[in-house]
């Protein structure tokens, strides 16, 4: 599985978009970006995927470089309910496979 | 349709004592996934199985602890003789046969406390 490198922590003001980096440089053409995240005390949260194109869905963006080799997880309009680690991870897409987690970034929203 | 459902949600044991945990899947799925995190740390895998099999237990520690998911009822993550190092946040998530990766759901997790 290609590594991950994140931020250990960030901070972000509510209301304004949380932008949370993520490089992935051994990342290969079959594999997949994911995020997720956890909340204080809650199990891992799915929150978006994708291959090379940009997504969007009702809780984030994932924007992908061309290269691949980096992305970034775009929370719009951050709340303080947002305030969570933020875990970006590269995996093929078929299921019935062990997650693989890192340390990820742990996104302070601040009032 | 319910989440993933763990019990009990805190756990005190003394040292040497025995420990179950316990993991209810959501509703028709038969892969279930389990998962420590210490402090500070990220999840990291322990076991995979499928309903009277253990698929993967690469993370599992060689001693002390066993995983099992039987035909009916929970899946159950047993760690015998519990020392300090295992306190630690189980998580364990639940799959459905051939779902992609991302439908994997977590449960809200068992904090093991030992004393």
């Known amino acids: 599985d290609a590594k991950t490198t994140q931020p250990p922590s960030m901070d972000c003001a509510e209301g304004r978009a949380a932008n949370l980096p993520c490089n992935h440089s051994?990342?290969?053409?079959?594999?997949?970006v994911y995020w997720y995240r956890q909340i204080h005390s809650q199990g891992p949260q799915y929150i978006i995927h994708g291959l090379k194109n940009n997504e969007t869905n009702e809780m984030a963006s994932l924007i992908i470089t061309e290269d691949r080799k980096s992305s970034t997880l775009i929370l719009p309009h951050a709340t303080l309910r947002d305030t969570a680690v933020y875990y970006c991870?590269?995996?093929?897409?078929?299921?019935?496979?062990?997650?693989?987690f890192g340390k990820g970034t742990r996104l302070s929203v601040i009032a | 349709n319910a989440g993933v459902m763990q019990n009990p949600r805190h756990l005190v044991r003394r040292r040497g004592q025995e420990a179950r945990l316990r993991c209810s899947p959501m509703k028709g799925h038969s892969h279930v996934y389990w998962y420590r995190q210490l402090p500070e740390e990220g999840l990291k895998f322990m076991v995979y199985?499928?309903?009277?099999?253990?698929?993967?237990e690469s993370g599992m520690p060689k001693e002390r602890f066993s995983a099992e998911f039987p035909k009916e009822g929970p899946s159950i993550l047993r760690i015998q003789q519990v020392v300090r190092g295992d306190s630690a946040a189980y998580f364990c998530?639940?799959?459905?046969?051939?779902?992609?990766?991302?439908?994997?759901?977590f449960g809200p997790g068992t904090r093991l406390t030992v004393t």
């Open positions: 998530a639940s799959s459905p046969l051939g779902a992609p990766i991302y439908e994997q759901y």
């Open positions: 051994t990342i290969s053409g079959n594999e997949y």
């Open positions: 199985l499928q309903k009277e099999n253990i698929i993967d």
């Open positions: 991870i590269v995996r093929g897409l078929s299921g019935n496979t062990p997650l693989v």
